[in-house]
């Protein structure tokens, strides 16, 4: 039988690749595919709760955790974000055409079954933890993103 | 027989990352690969018509379309562009090389029956409407791609 | 038997998405993978040597390589790197945290045999001369790389 897993590397913390990685990790497995999502470096802040979790850091973690968006909600645009502006401005016309938001696109992908991985060595180097990350989630390395691309037909870095 | 089709998901809107996917592109096709290009998000401003075309929008869509370049001759780099100055640069270096630019690209992958998609969602989310972009594309979601990416051996994210 | 080669495109030149690039290679030689790395564009620069190397060029292409970072200990980051603050606080945290650097990543990717081109093409554009480059790359074109990728499993660009 033909492979048709899937997975996604979301390197990004940015508001429109995290758009376009979980639209295309829910239209593939709305098709019946298995998915998996890998959370890696920035695309760590995606997972973010939007509350203030304390955790033991060291002093730069604790600033690079300070100064990262904390969840879907506070993502910024890679291009014309103007502060935030474009960011908003776009969530508004979004919700004018209907077009989901990343919160909802996240629940759905849960309702989905699809599979979110946080890299653990990326969260030692940014200097997030585990209870600043939502539900859900399981935690691994660079070999067990290798075992799932391997059994998976398109494997994408976003 | 092995599959060889080949699909590259134009996300950025950038110069040198829009250069580099029509370089694949046209590599593939020539040898004897079918190619899908799918244009997503900023993508989208590569397939932009050169000229103002008239379109009914919201005003904030009108916003980010007056804000977004207008077609492949007016990218920036993702990089070093200074204002488009970077742009500019690489170009004049490009034609002393005789490397071929974007637009020559872009004609190219024409030639050689390249499909080229527009992402009809992030049309919707960017204000752009099928008059403002160049002829010879078809329109289709995310479904479309899947499709294609699963009947091939390669599929990128640019 | 399954094909479980691997091919990335290392189109960024950014400390972090140049980290992310070695740790997915080293790790896939690391389970026994054929690995191509196939540096283009600002990834180039990952691979320039770290002295001033006297090369004949044009004027544009001088001030290019003038500009851009010679050599992995001396990238940024793709995001909050402040001037070059950013990199040098996630180096410290990677040290402290135990985690390979660039430079030792770049060391083990060589030891195991992983094969590094750097892209002719984007070469002549940037302005980048073979002497500028570490010993031990090939030099290819587009051609090479798809080659590769049709005999590889998963492919990437990053």
């Known amino acids: 039988m033909e492979k048709t897993k899937k997975t996604?590397?979301?390197?990004?913390?940015?508001?429109?690749?995290?758009m376009a990685a979980f639209v295309i990790a829910n239209g593939a497995a709305a098709m019946g595919d298995e998915v998996t999502m890998f959370?890696?470096?920035?695309?760590?802040?995606?997972?973010?709760?939007?509350?203030?979790?304390?955790a033991k850091k060291g002093f730069l973690q604790a600033m690079f955790g300070a100064m990262m968006p904390r969840g879907a909600g506070r993502l910024g645009l890679s291009k014309m974000?103007?502060?935030?502006?474009?960011?908003?401005?776009?969530?508004?016309?979004?919700?004018q055409?209907?077009?989901?938001g990343l919160e909802e696109l996240m629940a759905t992908a849960r309702e989905q079954g699809i599979?979110?991985?946080?890299?653990?060595?990326?969260?030692?180097?940014?200097?997030?933890?585990?209870e600043?990350?939502?539900?859900?989630?399981?935690?691994?390395?660079?070999?067990?993103?290798?075992?799932?691309?391997?059994?998976?037909?398109?494997?994408?870095?976003?």
Not at 97 to 100: L, R
């Open 8 to 18: 996604i590397i979301v390197f990004s913390g940015d508001l429109d690749k995290a």
């Open 39 to 54: 959370f890696t470096f920035w695309g760590l802040n995606i997972l973010r709760r939007p509350e203030k979790v304390k």
């Open 81 to 95: 974000n103007f502060g935030g502006m474009g960011a908003k401005m776009m969530k508004i016309v979004m919700r």
């Open 97 to 100: 055409k209907n077009v989901a």
């Open 115 to 130: 599979k979110m991985i946080a890299c653990t060595m990326s969260m030692d180097v940014m200097g997030i933890t585990r």
């Open 132 to 158: 600043e990350l939502v539900d859900g989630l399981e935690y691994a390395g660079v070999a067990t993103y290798l075992a799932e691309a391997d059994e998976s037909n398109v494997n994408l870095f976003i």
